[in-house]
């Protein structure tokens, strides 16, 4: 775990070492999803079951990071190399599992050939 804080940015390796990097990765999805980078963090008494930080990333992580970061706003990083990377390692092991390269890009939300790129790449780089 360690090594993967380590290839995320700095934001994100200080959020990470309070949630853990599979938490602040649900963060980044769900502020890309958003399209939007920042984030108020209220405090814990003010952090409610409605809040878009605790459906996003779970009551008790919401929390943690409140006991953190209370007040305070936060940009949440792209964390675009270390996202690239995971679902390139998604599409390979999709792709080992058997699936279709249609079904890994309609799983994905990317163009066959943008799949059958990085398997490929990948393929090469194990001969």
Not at 108 to 125: F, P
């Amino acid at each position: 775990m360690q090594s993967e804080i380590v290839q995320l940015p700095p934001t994100a390796q200080e959020i990470a070492s309070v949630i853990g990097v599979e938490k602040t990765l649900q963060l980044v999805r769900g502020k890309q999803k958003e399209k939007s980078r920042s984030l108020y963090v209220p405090s814990p008494a003010r952090m409610h079951s409605s809040h878009w930080l605790v459906k996003t990333i779970g009551e008790d992580a919401a929390l943690e990071l409140a006991q953190e970061y209370a007040g305070e706003p936060l940009t949440i990083p792209r964390c675009s190399s270390f996202t690239k990377l995971e679902r390139n390692s998604r599409i390979i092991r999709m792709r080992q599992q058997g699936l279709r390269y249609q079904e890994i890009a309609d799983a994905l939300g990317m163009g066959i050939s943008a799949v059958k790129m990085v398997y490929s790449r990948w393929v090469k780089s194990q001969e």
